[in-house]
């Protein structure tokens, strides 16, 4: 199901192993390339990206802890925060780049790591 407003919420857990360890959280993807996301980065050097489909939106160092997190794409607004636990982040940055609706989905990169109690949510216009 392809969704132009949404929000995904999940449970990140602690990661295991080593490498890059990066996880993607996707919204509006049509590739790699043509997608919203957020990247967590925990191996090299740590830290969190919001990314539309070409620039980082917004970059914060360090490795985001285990917490519940929720990523949501309303219009032109892309928001990242944590719900309960883990880091305290609540971000929203803005982008014109892509208006089409797109799949939400997840994607890992040497990655270990336990993601938990997906809700995905369609927000009506």
């Not at 132009?4 to 080593?18: M, N, R």
């Not at 985001?64 to 609540?90: C, H, K, M, Q, W």
């Not at 797109?102 to 040497?110: H, Q, T």
């Amino acid at each position: 199901t392809n969704l132009q407003d949404a929000s995904i919420a999940f449970d990140v857990g602690t990661p295991q192993g080593g490498g890059n360890q990066i996880t993607f959280v996707y919204m509006r993807y049509s590739s790699h390339q043509n997608s919203y996301k957020t990247i967590l980065q925990r191996g090299g050097q740590p830290h969190f990206e919001i990314q539309g489909s070409g620039p980082v939106l917004y970059t914060q160092n360090g490795a985001l802890a285990a917490g519940r997190y929720e990523f949501s794409v309303v219009g032109n607004n892309l928001r990242f925060r944590n719900v309960t636990a883990g880091t305290p982040i609540d971000v929203t940055v803005f982008d014109f780049t892509l208006s089409a609706p797109g799949r939400a989905g997840f994607g890992a990169n040497e990655e270990t790591i336990a993601i938990d109690n997906v809700v995905l949510t369609n927000i009506a216009p």
